[in-house]
Structure formats: structure tokens, C-alpha cells
């Protein structure tokens, strides 16, 4: 017979979730404002209007948050594992080789034990594999998918039982502003993936201020995509399986599900392509035919070839990024990257 044996359960701190969504934070910022309508008050209805607003636009465009339902995530996930999508790989190529020395370069700027700040969590898997290095003192998790984020953090729970953690479900686009007290000194905001590639430079730039505000004297660590040839580019972001694709695709079923919409997905065709002026690669929808779309409260006809814009992905130099972070207020830059010079990995005292 075989006989486990039962450790008695550890002490554990709950993970502390806190759920905002940006119009809440500011209207609790501002005791003069104006009242709200109802999209502010009903993070929904904000989302349905902000979708209805892309199809009507011209040309049409989706903002990329609308591909991350749980059949999105899920395909993101496979893309992470393609041959042709090296980002992710890179990425963690250089933490796996440099990690150590980012860690000690990072505790430099904020002391020990900081709070550790991710921003667009997920599976906190990449903040998790810095907790033996940077050791801080609480994790706060930041996202969009509230119940994604929850499940992980009970999980990291489990395996760091004496560590602080923090979730907070916020969609960090329109705004970065954590509720008082949940950064209570020098921080190391974390924001890995080249997720700072899907926001213009105008709205990074924002982004990357309101990240130096929140680390309040500590440093921002931030994985970037960098520019390369363009085969390689359009290669990453149209796979041979189809797995971009169908990425791209979904985003139509989630559109249906949120507006009572009737997108047939096979009326539409993934378009990848480098856009060498703006330095960033696009993802479209374009229409196969000439069609009509309806949702509730609204429709709009597309010509064959006219196109959804989903997508943009921009991508840096180490000069240009490092300028970006200046302009946002930070100093004392140092990036890491990979022998082909494909990825960097950017640490800046705010
Ligand atoms: C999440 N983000 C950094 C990915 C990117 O590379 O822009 C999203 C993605 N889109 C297509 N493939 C991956």
C-alpha cells in the first residue's frame, strides 16, 4: 500500500484582489466631476460602444484587446510555441542567460525587497521566475482578465505561501492608477512581451509616465521587440499553420458574443504586413467579398478588400526606445538582448 505523508498546512496569506476599471479610479480622483454615463459606470457597456465605434470608423478598426476572450488566449498561448513567433522565446532566452545580473542591476535602483509590479499578468509565469532573484516583498498583478489572474494567483500562492500578493483587474490602456496604499514604496514595474509594442508611440510614451509615477523611485523593466527584416517580421505574425490567423479571426466571434453581431468569419482573410515608415507590423480583417454586417444598434456594408485594422505591433531601436524612456522622465537606462540583436530587455531608474 502506498502511504503519503501530510505536511501540516502552511500559514497563508490570501491574495488580496481589488477590481477597478479606469472610469471608477478617476471619478474617485475627481469630486467635481461631471456625472457619469452609464458606459462609465458599466465597464461593458463601455466595451460595447468603444467595438461599435471601431466598426463605424474609417477605415474600420478593433482594438487588440478584443482578441483575449478564453478561445484568444488560449490561441495566443500556441503562438507563443510557433517556430516563426520568436518574441517570447528570445525573451526568455535573455532572462535565462542574463536574469542574475538584470536582478542586481534592478535591486540597484529600488532597494531590497521592492514591490514587484506586472503589468498584463496573465499567468504571472515570467513575474514568478524573478521571485528568487528580486525577492520582493509583495507582487501585484495587474489585468484585464480578472478571473484568469485570480486562478494564478491562488495557484502562486500555493508555492510562495509568505509572499504578499495583490491582484487588480484594470485595463491599464486607457490609464495606469492603482488604488492607494497597493505601492507603499520603491517598485520594479514589470512589463514583459513587447506588449509596450501594441500602443503608438504617443500612448506608450503616456504609459511608460504613469509606470515612472508608480514605481515611485524604484525602475521599470520592459521587454522590446526590435526592429529586423521584414521577412522575418511579417514571417512572425503570419505563421504556417494558420494559428495567427485564427487569432485574428476570433476576434470576430468575440465581436459577435459582445454586439449581437453576424460576422461569418470565413468572409474574412488575415492580412500581415510591415509598415517600414511607422515601424510597426499591422494586423487586418479584410473582406473576401462585398458584405453586410449587423449588431444590435448599428451596421455598416464592407467592399471586397476593405479592412478591420486589429493590430499594431510597433517595433524599436535600442536608441529609439531608450529616447522613449527618457521622454517619459526615466534615467540610468541599460538593455540586455540577444546575440541576433532581435529583442531587448530595457531597465530605466524612474
Ligand atoms: C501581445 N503582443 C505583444 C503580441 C504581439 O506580438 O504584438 C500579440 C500578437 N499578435 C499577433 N501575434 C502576437
Redesign the pocket.
Known sequence: MLLKTLTPPMQMHVPRLLQLHNAGTEAEDDAEAEPEAESDLDPNAALVAEAAAGLLAQPAFAS?KF?YDTLGSRL?EA??ALDE?Y?TRTENAIFASHGAAIAQAALARTGAAPVLVDL?AGSCAKAARLFGTVRPRRYVAVDIAVEFVTQALLHLQRENPELDLVGVGQDFSARLHLPAGVVDGPALVFYP??????FAPDNALRLLREARELAAGGALLVGV?LIKPRALLEA??DDALGV?AA??LNLLRHLNRLLAADFAPRDWRHV?LFNAEASR?E?HLEARRDLQVSWAGGERRFSAGERIHT?S?HKWTPASFSALLRDAGCHGIQHWQDERGWFGVFLAAA
Open positions: 487588440p482578441f495566443f503562438i507563443t513567433y518574441p498584463g512581451g513587447s506588449s509596450i509594442g501594441n521587440d512572425a505574425y495567427t487569432f485574428n500581415a507590423v494586423m493590430e505591433s
